[in-house]
């Protein structure tokens, strides 16, 4: 199943029109709206994967959606190892993805 917005008029529990809020994800500008995790934003535009694995470098996103697992981790505004799904977005936010890798690796030992 796709995500997806409830229209507004079809939501009972949200009958006033929502506030749009423009984030940036890896220079992308992204609508959403206030009060909306960066998670739902970012799964809206059909990005499941927001970090790397360290190792092999293998996709992660939204797994458990209520901040246990730690597979939605971001950068917001500068701040590294934010949680996606525990995040409202905020209009102006700027989002990147992460992809740390391994102290040793073969190819580096930077964060990118």
């Known amino acids: 199943m ?3 917005l409830l229209p507004f008029g079809d939501d009972p529990i949200r009958p006033a029109r929502p506030a749009p809020v423009t984030i940036t994800v890896d220079g992308e500008t992204t609508a959403g709206v206030l ?3 960066l998670a ?3 799964l809206a535009t059909g990005t499941l994967g927001f970090r790397r ?3 092999e470098g293998r996709p992660r996103g939204v797994f458990c959606g209520i901040g246990v697992c730690y597979d939605c981790l971001v950068e917001v505004n500068g701040q590294r190892d934010v949680r996606a799904c525990q995040r409202r ?3 102006g936010d700027v989002v990147r993805t992460q992809h740390d890798l391994l102290p ?3 190819h ?3 964060a990118s």
């Open 40 to 42: 739902g934003v970012i």
């Open 89 to 91: 977005a905020s209009d």
């Open 2 to 4: 796709a995500p997806r």
């Open 104 to 106: 040793g690796h073969p």
């Open 35 to 37: 009060g909306q995790s």
């Open 53 to 55: 694995t360290s190792l």
């Open 108 to 110: 580096g030992d930077e």
